[in-house]
C-alpha cells in the first residue's frame, strides 16, 4: 500500500465521519442566549424602577440593590435546584449577567458544604469567581492608570 | 422604551458571551473575564456610561458592568487622591455585588442541601 | 414539567413588568403648576432643547433647581445635554445658583414638589427640606 492510498482512506474517512459529528447549533445558542438574557435584563429592570420609585435611590445608585437582589435570586434558585434547568436551555443567556456568578458562587459553596466551612465552602467558592475578580481589578487598574496618567499629562 | 433597550443591548451582550463559548471556544471562567475586562476597558473609553443611560438594566446586570464599576471607583478616588487613589478606590462602587453574592451564597450552602 | 416551569416563570415575569409599570405610571399623571414667572420662563428654555421632553423649575431664593425628561433616544448624549442644559439655565439667570438634573428621581420628586405647592400643601420650612433632598437626588 502506497502514501497515497492511505491519503485516500483518510480522507474518505474523514467524510464520512464529519456527516455524522454534532453540528454546534451556534445560531440557535445565540437565540436562546439573546431572549434569556435580554428577559434577566427586563426582570433586573423591572426591579431597578421598584426600588427607584418606592425608596430612596436615583438612577445611579439604584443599580446597587438592584444587583443585590438580583444576586440574591439566583441564589434562591441555585438552593432550590432549579437554576441549572434554566442555565443549560439558555447557556451565555444566564451566564453572563450576574447571574452566572452568583449560582457559581452559590453552587460550589453547596456542592463542597460537606468539607467544612473553611476548606469546603470557603476555598470552593471562588472557583469561578476568583479569575473575574482578578482580571476585574487588574484590568481596572490598569485602565484608571492609563487615564490618569493621560488626565495628569494633559492638565 | 427602556424595557425594550434592555432586552435588546442585554441580550446582545450574552450573545457576545455566547459567541465567545462556541466560536472562539473559551471555556466559561475565560469568558467571563474577558467580559468583564471589556466592561472596564468601554468605561475607560468613556463609552459604558451612555450605555447604561441608554439601557438601564440592559447594561448593569450582565457581568460587563463589575469591570465598569471598578474603574468607576478607581477613578473617582484617582480624582481626588492621584494615583494612590486607583487602588483605594476600586472597590468601592462593586462593594454591593461582590459583597452580595459572598454572603448569600455562603448562608446558602448552609441551608440548602446538595442535590443527588 | 418543563412546559409548567415555563409557564410559571412566564407569569411571573409579566406580573413583576406589570408591577413595575404600574408604579411607573404615579409620576406623569400630576398636573403641573406654575409656580413664578421665573419657573414658567426656565421651563420653557428647558423644552425649547430639542432633545427635551417636559421640564420641572423650581426656584428657592437665589437657587433654581431643574430637572427635565430627556427623549429615549438621546440618552446617549445625557451627559453633554446636561451640561447644555446647565449653560442656557446659567446664562439667563448667571446670579443664580443653578442645579440642573436629567435623572428621573429628581424629576420625579420636583414635579410632586411643583404639585404640592400649586395646590399650597406645603411651608417653606418643608420645601427648604425638599429641596435639599432634591439636590442629594441631583449628584452623581
Redesign the interface.
Known amino acids: 500500500m502506497g502514501q497515497s492510498s492511505q491519503e485516500d482512506i483518510q480522507k474518505t474517512y474523514q467524510q464520512f465521519a464529519s456527516k455524522d459529528e454534532p453540528k454546534?447549533p451556534?445560531i440557535m445558542?445565540?437565540i436562546k442566549?439573546?431572549?434569556?438574557?435580554?428577559?434577566?435584563?427586563?426582570i433586573?429592570?423591572?426591579?431597578?424602577n421598584f426600588y427607584l420609585y418606592n425608596f430612596d435611590f436615583n438612577e445611579q445608585t439604584a443599580?446597587?440593590?438592584?444587583?443585590?437582589t438580583?444576586?440574591?435570586i439566583a441564589?434562591?434558585l441555585?438552593?432550590?435546584?432549579v437554576y441549572d434547568k434554566f442555565a443549560q436551555y439558555a447557556?451565555?443567556?444566564t451566564?453572563?449577567?450576574?447571574t452566572?456568578?452568583?449560582n457559581?458562587?452559590?453552587s460550589?459553596?453547596?456542592?463542597?458544604?460537606?468539607e467544612g466551612?473553611v476548606f469546603g465552602?470557603g476555598s470552593n467558592?471562588f472557583k469561578?469567581?476568583g479569575?473575574?475578580?482578578?482580571?476585574?481589578?487588574t484590568?481596572?487598574?490598569i485602565?484608571?492608570?492609563?487615564?490618569?496618567?493621560i488626565i495628569?499629562l494633559g492638565g | 422604551?427602556?424595557?425594550f433597550?434592555?432586552?435588546?443591548?442585554?441580550?446582545?451582550?450574552?450573545?457576545?458571551?455566547?459567541?465567545?463559548?462556541?466560536?472562539a471556544k473559551l471555556p466559561?471562567?475565560?469568558?467571563?473575564?474577558a467580559?468583564?475586562?471589556g466592561?472596564?476597558?468601554l468605561?475607560?473609553i468613556g463609552w459604558y456610561?451612555?450605555?447604561?443611560?441608554?439601557?438601564?438594566?440592559?447594561a448593569?446586570?450582565?457581568?460587563?458592568?463589575?469591570?465598569n464599576s471598578?474603574?468607576h471607583?478607581?477613578?473617582a478616588e484617582?480624582e481626588q487622591h492621584?494615583?494612590v487613589g486607583?487602588?483605594t478606590g476600586?472597590?468601592e462602587v462593586t462593594s454591593?455585588?461582590?459583597?452580595?453574592?459572598?454572603i448569600?451564597?455562603?448562608l446558602?450552602?448552609?441551608?440548602?442541601?446538595?442535590?443527588g | 414539567m418543563r412546559k409548567n416551569f415555563r409557564i410559571i416563570i412566564g407569569m411571573n415575569v409579566v406580573f413583576l413588568?406589570l408591577l413595575a409599570a404600574g408604579c411607573n405610571q404615579q409620576a406623569s399623571e400630576l398636573p403641573q403648576h406654575v409656580i413664578n414667572e421665573e419657573t414658567n420662563e426656565a421651563e420653557e428654555l428647558l423644552k425649547d432643547m430639542d432633545p427635551i421632553t417636559s421640564a420641572v423649575v423650581i426656584t428657592n431664593d437665589d437657587k433654581m433647581y431643574a430637572a427635565a425628561e430627556v427623549k429615549?433616544m438621546n440618552?446617549?448624549?445625557?451627559?453633554s445635554i446636561r451640561k447644555q442644559g446647565y449653560n442656557r439655565l446659567s446664562k439667563r439667570w448667571p446670579d443664580h445658583n443653578i442645579h440642573f438634573s436629567t435623572d428621573k428621581k429628581a424629576l420625579m420628586e420636583l414635579q410632586k414638589l411643583n404639585n404640592d405647592m400649586g395646590e399650597k400643601k406645603v411651608g417653606k420650612k418643608d420645601q427648604e427640606k425638599r429641596l435639599t433632598k432634591i439636590e442629594e437626588f441631583m449628584k452623581g
Not at chain 2, 433597550?5 to 466560536?23: E, K, M, N, S
Not at chain 2, 466559561?28 to 473575564?33: D, E, F, I, V
Not at chain 2, 456610561?49 to 440592559?58: H, K, Q, Y
Open positions: 454546534r451556534v445558542n445565540c442566549a439573546f431572549i434569556i438574557g435580554g428577559l434577566i435584563c427586563v433586573g429592570q423591572a426591579i431597578q443599580s446597587d440593590p438592584t444587583v443585590a438580583v444576586i440574591l441564589v434562591l441555585t438552593g432550590f435546584g447557556g451565555a443567556g451566564a453572563v449577567p450576574v452566572g456568578f452568583a457559581a458562587m452559590a460550589a459553596a453547596i456542592e463542597h458544604r460537606t466551612p465552602i467558592m469561578l469567581a479569575p473575574v475578580i482578578v482580571f476585574g481589578t484590568a481596572a487598574f485602565v484608571a492608570l492609563v487615564k490618569t496618567i495628569q | 422604551m427602556m424595557y433597550w434592555a432586552f435588546v443591548v442585554g441580550g446582545l451582550i450574552c450573545v457576545i458571551g455566547q459567541l465567545l463559548i462556541d466560536v466559561p471562567g475565560h469568558t467571563l473575564s467580559l468583564v475586562v466592561g472596564a476597558v468605561d475607560g456610561e451612555p450605555l447604561i443611560d441608554f439601557a438601564g438594566a440592559g448593569t446586570v450582565p457581568i460587563t458592568s463589575f469591570g471598578l474603574v471607583g478607581a477613578m484617582a492621584g494615583i486607583i487602588i476600586i472597590f454591593a455585588g461582590i459583597s452580595a453574592a459572598i448569600f451564597s455562603f446558602a450552602a448552609l441551608i440548602f442541601k446538595p442535590k | 413588568i429615549h440618552r446617549f448624549q445625557l451627559e
